[in-house]
Antibody
Framework: EVQLVESGGGLVQPGGSLRLSCAAS????????MDWVRQAPGKGLEWVGR??????????EYATSMKGRVIISRDDSKNSLYLQMNSLKMEDTAVYFC?????????????WGQGTLVSVSS | DIQMTQSPSSLSAFVGDRVTIACRAS??????LAWYQQKSGKAPKRLIY???ILQDGVPSRFSGSGSGTEFTLTISSLQPEDFATYYC?????????FGGGTKVEIK
């Protein structure tokens, strides 16, 4: 059974930093792209980005609004995905989801974690 | 960035109604589009991928169509468990972009 479990969310002050983690199980992690998607309270879904896969020449891709403030990485030896967020703003308050990208013809998101809440407030 | 415009942003319908949600891409995305259902407080669930392929386990009353820039999600006979928010998302080009969502409510 595919499982994605996010952790690391919490309350942080504006300008602060936070690192989120996603632990994956139930599938071959290195075979899949893995992304972060976020959702502000009462708002829609927003893609955050996709990290470089080890051994591939793909670049790390980020949402335009997140470039320069976040670093996404992965450790295939630990079946884990990470999101380092810096210079946090109140508008970064959101639930952050770890998502698996399908590798069977469609590159859509086939599995989602339950999400971890990040609250940016003074 | 490719803009995904969903319409309507909300709708009210009766159980048994046929419901159609539209999604328009600002440029051609072939069939690189998926539809998701999200219920309050839960993670989204994939309904349709590659514009028209039904996810395993999803009831056949859901269907998707379209290619290029115009796409639709249809629920042929709305059921009580279908009241939720629906999102389209394109993965043809970076950055991946979502539509704004359509909230389906009970009339």
């Amino acid at each position: 059974e595919v499982q994605l479990v996010e952790s690391g969310g919490g309350l942080v002050q504006p300008g602060g930093s936070l690192r989120l983690s996603c632990a994956a199980s139930g599938f071959t992690f290195s075979d899949h792209f893995m992304d972060w998607v976020r959702q502000a309270p009462g708002k829609g879904l927003e893609w955050v980005g996709r990290p470089r896969n080890k051994g591939r020449s793909d670049t790390t891709e980020y949402a335009t609004s997140m470039k320069g403030r976040v670093i996404i990485s992965r450790d295939d030896s630990k079946n884990s995905l990470y999101l380092q967020m810096n210079s946090l703003k109140m508008e970064d308050t959101a639930v952050y989801f770890c998502v698996r990208v399908s590798n069977s013809g469609s590159y859509s998101f086939d599995y989602w974690g339950q999400g971890t809440l990040v609250s940016v407030s003074s | 960035d490719i803009q995904m415009t969903q319409s309507p942003s909300s709708l009210s319908a009766f159980v048994g109604d046929r419901v159609t949600i539209a999604c328009r891409a600002s440029q051609g995305i072939r069939n690189d589009l998926a539809w998701y259902q999200q219920k309050s407080g839960k993670a989204p669930k994939r309904l349709i991928y590659s514009a028209s392929i039904l996810q395993d386990g999803v009831p056949s009353r859901f269907s998707g169509s379209g290619s290029g820039t115009e796409f639709t999600l249809t629920i042929s006979s709305l059921q009580p468990e279908d009241f939720a928010t629906y999102y389209c998302v394109q993965h043809n080009n970076y950055p991946v972009t979502f539509g704004g969502g359509t909230k389906v409510e009970i009339k």
